[in-house]
């Protein structure tokens, strides 16, 4: 059941029919209620968030670090590290890293090959 933002109003009396929430975007909640006594098959809705960091390197070898400025994190504040963050929605990691070194450094760049990979769960939102 797709709830426009518009008719939010609707949301409780479908959560009344036994529909539950299974994602929401800015313009809509989407809500789903499996019928048949089984579990229901339906996938998850996406939750991973990917974030970056961009090794960049000058003719000498040097890396460029930042000192991070605002962090979510009180211990984090202040801390060197890569220039990088999160991925907006639909963007790929490659336009990321290279959208990310520009807004923090101001270096324009372009994406070599991956240095490193990581999955951790139970940060951001859980």
Not at 45 to 71: A, C, D, K, P, Y
């Amino acid at each position: 059941l797709k709830v426009p933002i518009k008719a939010a109003a609707c949301v409780g009396p479908a959560a009344a029919q036994g529909f539950q929430f299974h994602h929401a975007k800015p313009e809509y909640v989407l809500l789903t209620r499996w019928l048949p006594e089984s579990p229901s098959p339906l996938p998850k809705f996406s939750f991973t968030q990917i974030g970056v960091g961009g090794v960049v390197l000058n003719r000498s070898g040097e890396v460029l670090m930042v000192q991070e400025r605002v962090s979510p994190i009180p211990a984090f504040q202040g801390i060197w590290k890569l220039p990088g963050g999160l991925a907006d929605p639909g963007e790929h990691f490659a336009e990321t890293v290279v959208r990310e070194v520009q807004e923090e450094t101001g270096v324009t760049g372009s994406l070599l090959g991956v240095v490193s990979m990581r999955h951790s769960h139970g940060f951001r939102f859980g």
